[in-house]
């Protein structure tokens, strides 16, 4: 394992554990009880788990994307909101949810085909800025877009993923704690993907140009890496993996104009993972959604609720004054 990303880990993992004591102390203040309800601790924490997986899989399709270009993606939120829909549709007129699935795998290709050719091509070697502007047109026209296709109403997407909770751990604990199986067979798809992702992008030629291409658009060019193609590949990657999380969220939550704005939650998981890590976008998201679902339960007694609101962002805002990279990005270092 590479030693910075193992400084890393040791940097926050103390800070982790030291906030976490810190909260069930101040637990304990507020209402005793719960300090020693450690099955309710546990399955608020498992909770909060889960809930960053989900995370992850919205801030993977920024890591990708950056990864490729340096730029972030603006349009990876009407992405997600984009694919969903077009899923959606599919299933409407009748077609298997599998079917529609490949179907809309397909739409994704074609997209990243089109926004290679129309949008990325003529801004080769262009500054980041023109890129992340081109971005955020994507992300209106999608927006748009996909619902004059298939409306604008809150659609439901539904796979025949399990609902019902079931109890754990029932004899470690005193009843038990719950667990969602949405959430869990979500957390293991995410995880599933996660893992492939990495692999793919560490261990073979295209992840490495992928590198290379970041670095330097005409310096790639120059040494026989087809742009063109290394957009196509990880701009298709990014839409399945939207596809993937809009298929998780709009299962949840609805297939809804909301669904586009998911991507302001992954911006702190960004931040507190590192831009360029895989493994980051993952990591972060487990600390945000069980940080969160934490502070909320236990925090509220003191600063009121909706702290889900805010929590995300506020944890970024103390990793960028410490680590501005995140806990696995890579430290710049320039030589003038």
């Known amino acids: 394992m590479n030693t910075r990303l193992i400084a890393s880990w ?3 993992a103390p800070a982790a554990v030291v906030g976490l004591g810190l909260v069930i102390q101040l637990a304990a203040l507020a209402d005793p009880s719960l300090y020693f309800a450690w099955g309710y601790y546990f399955e608020v924490f498992v909770g909060g788990l889960l809930q960053g997986v989900m995370y992850s899989l919205v801030a993977l399709g920024f890591v990708l994307i950056f990864k490729a270009s340096s730029t972030f993606n603006f349009a990876q939120g009407s992405m997600v909101l984009f694919a969903a829909l077009t899923m959606v549709g599919f299933i409407e007129w009748g077609l298997h949810w599998t079917i529609a699935f490949a179907l809309t795998m397909g739409v994704m290709v074609l997209l990243a085909m089109a926004i290679e050719r129309v949008v990325l091509r003529p801004l080769v070697n262009q500054p980041h800025i023109t890129l992340f502007m081109a971005t955020i047109g994507i992300f209106y026209f999608l927006d748009g877009f996909g619902q004059t296709l ?8 539904d796979i025949g993923m399990p609902r019902t909770p079931v109890i754990v751990l029932e004899n470690v604990f005193d009843g038990g704690i719950m667990i969602n199986q949405f959430d869990l067979v979500a957390a293991l798809v995410g995880g599933a993907l996660v893992l492939g992702l990495a692999v793919f992008f560490q261990k073979t030629r295209i992840g490495r140009a992928l590198r290379a291409v970041a670095d330097d658009h005409q310096a790639a060019l120059s040494v026989g890496i087809p742009l063109k193609t290394i957009w196509v590949v990880v701009w298709t990657v990014a839409g399945i993996v939207a596809l993937v999380a809009g298929v998780m969220w709009g299962g949840k939550m609805g297939v809804q104009f909301t669904l586009a704005l998911i991507a302001l939650k992954a911006l702190p998981v960004l931040i507190l993972g590192g831009l360029t890590s895989i493994p980051g976008a993952i990591v972060g998201g487990l ?6 679902q934490v502070a909320e339960i236990f925090l509220g007694h003191f600063i009121g609720s909706a702290i889900q609101d805010w929590f995300a962002y506020v944890l970024a805002m103390l990793v960028l004054l410490v680590r501005p990279q995140g806990l696995f990005g890579e430290k710049i270092i320039e030589r003038v």
């Not at 600390?287 to 969160?292: N, T």
Request: no cysteine; net charge negative.
């Open 10 to 12: 040791l940097i926050g």
């Open 150 to 157: 298939w409306g604008s109403d809150v659609k439901s997407l």
């Open 287 to 292: 600390i945000i959604g069980a940080g969160e």
